[in-house]
């Protein structure tokens, strides 16, 4: 994929983002501005960098890393990028994130279906297995730090 997709598509998601921010978190969308920025230069850069780099790692590794070193103690521009992404609800994202997975896999729903029944029953106990596996995980945790 070019450059420019990229851009365009991670425009696309940052505006899906921010109106997610807006609608659920009631976070105006102007005060979301400079945390999107942030995160479509991080995004563009590790991009750009999965490119470069002979190193092959996904560009979610590229992004982590670029996003720990811009926001780490060391860094000059730390108090900016801290200060401009803590006005983002970081479950804002999830909502584009399902939308272009629905979209992903809308091409390929013959393959699904083709899986037959067992497919489903073996999604339903993946997910009410992970749902209950995180809310004990949860309740221990909470229960051991005294929290509740």
């Known amino acids: ?3 420019i997709e990229w851009f365009v598509l991670f425009i696309i998601g940052a505006c899906g983002t921010g109106l997610a921010n807006l609608i659920g978190y009631g976070v105006p969308f102007l005060d979301s501005v400079p945390g999107l920025a942030v995160m ?3 995004s ?3 991009v750009f960098l999965s490119k470069i780099v002979p190193l092959k790692l996904p560009i979610l590794a590229y992004c982590s890393i670029i996003g720990l070193l811009s926001a780490c103690p060391v860094s ?3 108090s ?3 200060q ?3 006005a983002i609800n970081f479950t804002a994202p999830f909502t584009m994130v399902g939308a272009f997975a629905g979209l992903a896999i809308s091409d390929q729903l013959k393959t699904f279906v083709s899986q037959g029944w067992k497919i489903l029953i073996v999604g339903i ?3 009410t297995g992970t749902f209950l596996g995180s809310c004990l995980w949860d309740q221990m945790i909470l229960t051991l730090v005294g929290a509740i």
Request: aromatic fraction near 14%; hydrophobic fraction near 70%.
């Open 1 to 3: 994929m070019r450059y």
């Open 40 to 42: 479509l230069v991080i």
């Open 44 to 46: 563009m850069a590790g």
């Open 76 to 78: 000059p521009i730390r």
């Open 80 to 82: 900016f990028v801290i």
């Open 84 to 86: 401009a992404v803590s």
């Open 125 to 127: 106990f993946v997910m």
